[in-house]
């Protein structure tokens, strides 16, 4: 898979340093887990990657790809998903079709297909399949007629996961996502983020439970003040007492 990198990013708002001359390739596959304080710059960076913000200064690139200007939805359809820590689903649809809408590249979204209708009806069918067979992983497969908004919290962290899915991301960029669930929903999802490690795929996330990242992470990156101050395997980054005493300041 191509390697997700940057070099010297830049980001300032409102004359707060956000990004400080960022340098940073991430691993090809594996959990990476991205930690630091608040206002560290963890949410700053991962918008500047995915398309979301533009940097001041600096590069992006997805193997020979140059992503630092383009679009969010030019990004995605690099392979690249998110989610956020505001759920981003459609409430109002059933949690089937907030997967399907997540679908790309459907023959019904181009011009032509959609005046045609070739083929739309065998696409609909897959695309219903492999919508069912995701819902079925994340453990959502009793939901699939409920309204997303009848869902309970950590359900619909796990239908936002099944929507990143839905795209056939190879790299996942997730914010927080076991943050306000109970232990035995972050225990499901911790256990789908190693079931994606084993299929290959990249999940870079943002967390504030050390214990999670102990639990999970191949890889621990540490941010302050808009730096990385360290990088590594959590067995030997999260013993450094300097790191730390940075992180619980």
Do not use: W
Not at 38 to 65: Q, S, Y
Not at 92 to 114: C, F, K, T, Y
Not at 154 to 177: H, M, N, R, S, V
């Amino acid at each position: 898979m191509e390697t997700f990198r940057c070099n010297g990013l830049n980001k300032t708002f409102e004359g707060v340093h956000a990004l400080i001359g960022l340098d940073l390739e991430f691993p090809t596959s594996g959990i990476t887990a991205i930690i630091g304080p608040n206002g560290a710059g963890k949410t700053t960076l991962i918008n500047v990657l995915t398309g979301f913000l533009r940097p001041d200064l600096g590069h992006c690139f997805l193997g020979e790809h140059e992503t630092t200007e383009l679009l969010p939805y030019q990004v995605a359809r690099l392979g690249v998903a998110r989610t956020f820590q505001d759920l981003r689903l459609i409430f109002q649809v059933s949690v089937l079709d907030n997967v399907l809408l997540a679908r790309q590249h459907q023959i019904g979204e181009r011009l032509l297909g959609a005046l045609l209708q070739f083929g739309i009806a065998n696409e609909e069918a897959r695309n219903r399949d492999a919508a069912i067979r995701l819902l079925q992983f994340v453990g959502l497969e009793e939901k699939i007629n409920e309204l997303a908004g009848e869902l309970s919290y950590g359900q619909q962290k796990l239908l936002t996961l099944a929507c990143c899915l839905a795209t056939e991301a190879k790299i996942l960029f997730l914010d927080e996502p076991v943050a306000g669930v109970h232990p035995e929903m972050a225990s499901r999802i911790l256990f789908l983020l190693r079931q994606l490690r084993e299929d290959g795929k990249l999940v870079i996330f943002i967390e504030h439970n050390i214990g999670i990242v102990r639990e999970v992470a191949d890889l621990v990156i540490v941010m302050d003040a808009g730096k990385i101050i360290a990088q590594g395997p959590p067995s030997e980054v999260l013993e450094r007492h300097e790191i730390m005493e940075v992180y619980l300041a």
